[in-house]
């Protein structure tokens, strides 16, 4: 019998990088919730943007954010893994030395843009609707006392090919062991090597007393493999990437179809 359900949110619950979303998913969250079948969102996006797409349920569901840094129970963190500031900072600078290329870096109290990016900067305010604030220049005004959850490469397009021409996914991936993740073709995720949704999911399981076996679990990008081995009952949405599709072992419809809400109303 399934206990908890997992769901990714960009490419799998709504389109990437908007606040669309379908309002029946509230009501079904809490008539799982009277069946003691719990939800938990999961996402490469920070908690004060989760917290506002799911206000009216917020109190309800579970929390992974971050791409997997934090872990959010009754809207407390009960886990964190942040990457070390020295790292950081030489991560972001070599992002910022690439063409077309701009860095979000998503810390504990806020998201940061500098202010070189600000057509970036207004899609995070008022598309994923994030607590932002600009700063000077990046990273060098980056706050000391914030500590960082994720490093978010951005390009209008091609975000993982340039992480992979310029060496990034080699030398922070493969070299150094940090976890760098596709989420869509405008981002790629950097993140300490302990933050992964899938291992987070497996504390967040740990912690309210739920097994693999009783885990569903939806996603649609790269980001989403970890996740997906961790729980009995894996869908790939619809229109996901074919990685996804074949690690998965059932296929929702897709995310503009309800793909994920079609299969929880069965539950």
């Known amino acids: 019998m399934v206990k908890l359900i997992c769901s990714d949110i960009d490419g799998t619950l709504v389109k990437d990088g908007t606040f669309e979303l379908n309002t029946a998913y509230y009501d079904e969250i809490r008539r799982l919730k009277e069946k003691n079948i719990y939800f938990c969102a999961a996402s490469g996006r920070p908690y004060s943007s989760i917290k506002k797409l799911f206000a009216p349920v917020i109190d309800d569901i579970y929390v992974i954010c971050d791409n997997g840094a934090?872990?959010?129970?009754?809207?407390?963190?009960?886990?964190?893994?942040?990457?070390?500031?020295?790292?950081?900072?030489?991560?972001?600078?070599?992002?910022?030395?690439?063409?077309?290329?701009?860095?979000y870096v998503s810390c504990v109290n806020r998201g940061y843009v500098d202010k070189n990016a600000m057509e970036l900067y207004d899609w995070l305010v008022n598309g994923y609707r994030i607590d932002m604030e600009l700063i000077e220049k990046m990273p060098q005004d980056l706050p000391e006392d914030d500590p960082i959850l994720c490093i978010e490469?951005?390009?209008?397009?091609?975000?993982?090919?340039?992480?992979?021409?310029?060496?990034?996914?080699?030398?922070?991936?493969?070299?150094?062991?940090l976890r760098i993740g596709c989420a869509g073709k405008q981002w790629m995720h950097i993140n300490n090597k302990g933050a992964d949704k899938g291992q987070s999911l497996k504390r967040l399981a740990e912690i309210i007393g739920v097994t693999y076996d009783e885990i569903m679990v939806f996603g649609d990008n790269i980001n989403d493999l970890g996740m997906l081995a961790a729980g009995r009952y894996s869908y790939a949405i619809g229109n996901a990437r074919q990685e996804v599709m074949a690690a998965a072992k059932y296929v929702a419809d897709t995310n503009i179809n309800d793909g994920v809400l079609k299969v929880i109303r069965t539950l």
């Not at 886990?79 to 701009?102: A, F, L, Q, V």
């Open 70 to 103: 934090c872990v959010i129970v009754e809207g407390k963190p009960v886990y964190m893994e942040s990457i070390d500031r020295e790292t950081s900072i030489k991560i972001i600078g070599e992002i910022e030395n690439i063409e077309e290329c701009h860095t």
């Open 153 to 177: 490469m951005y390009h209008k397009s091609e975000a993982e090919k340039k992480a992979v021409e310029n060496g990034i996914v080699e030398r922070w991936g493969r070299e150094k062991g």
